[in-house]
Antibody, heavy 121, light 107 residues
Framework: EVQLLESGGGLVQPGGSLRLSCAASGFTFSGYSMNWVRQAPGKGLEWVSTISAGGGYTYYVDSVKGRFTISRDNSNNTLYVQMDSLRAEDTAVYYC??????????????WGQGTTVTVSS | EIVLTQSPATLSLSPGERATLSCRASQSISSLLAWYQQKPGQAPRLLIYDASNRATGIPARFSGSGSGTDFTLTVSSLEPEDFAVYYCQQRSNWPRTFGQGTKVEIK
């Protein structure tokens, strides 16, 4: 069974840092681009970042550029996002999602259950 | 940035009725559009990709159409489990963007 399991969410003060992880299983992790998508409380979905299958290409929404860093460890089937200089507006449920194909930025066919990040003093 | 505008914001229908949801892009995105379904407290689920291809395991009552700037998701006969929020998403340009969602509620 294809599964994604996020972890690392929590409460952090403004300006603080957090690293989210997403453990993948049931598919050849190194063959697919991966993504982070977030959803603020009561709001819609917002794409945050994408990393290519090999990890050599990364993309970010403007609001997190320079603050978030997406990465992956294909030997351990794990996706990460390092979030620095966190702001109140980063408060959201963060989902990791698998690309439907090896093409970077393809649609997302498998999603984790999400991990909650709350930025507040 | 490509803006996706979904309409209506809310659709009130009864089980068995046909649902027609619209997604309009601010510029042409060819057929590079997907539809997702999200129920409360759950992660989104991919329904349709590349405008008209059903994802694995998606029932045939869900269909997608359109190209360029105008797209439609149709649910031919609503089942009780179809009442949810639906989002469109484009992968034509970076940043990837979602529409604001259409809530399909029970009338």
């Amino acid at each position: 069974e294809v599964q994604l399991l996020e972890s690392g969410g929590g409460l952090v003060q403004p300006g603080g840092s957090l690293r989210l992880s997403c453990a993948a299983s049931g598919f050849t992790f190194s063959g697919y681009s991966m993504n982070w998508v977030r959803q603020a409380p009561g709001k819609g979905l917002e794409w945050v970042s994408t990393i290519s299958a090999g990890g050599g290409y990364t993309y970010y929404v403007d609001s997190v550029k320079g603050r978030f860093t997406i990465s992956r460890d294909n030997s351990n089937n794990t996706l990460y996002v390092q979030m620095d200089s966190l702001r109140a507006e980063d408060t959201a449920v963060y989902y990791c999602a698998k690309g439907i194909s090896g093409t970077t930025g393809s649609f997302m066919d498998v999603w984790g259950q999400g991990t909650t990040v709350t930025v507040s003093s | 940035e490509i803006v996706l505008t979904q309409s209506p914001a809310t659709l009130s229908l009864s089980p068995g009725e046909r649902a027609t949801l619209s997604c309009r892009a601010s510029q042409s995105i060819s057929s590079l559009l997907a539809w997702y379904q999200q129920k409360p407290g759950q992660a989104p689920r991919l329904l349709i990709y590349d405008a008209s291809n059903r994802a694995t395991g998606i029932p045939a009552r869900f269909s997608g159409s359109g190209s360029g700037t105008d797209f439609t998701l149709t649910v031919s006969s609503l089942e009780p489990e179809d009442f949810a929020v639906y989002y469109c998403q484009q992968r034509s340009n970076w940043p990837r963007t979602f529409g604001q969602g259409t809530k399909v509620e029970i009338k």
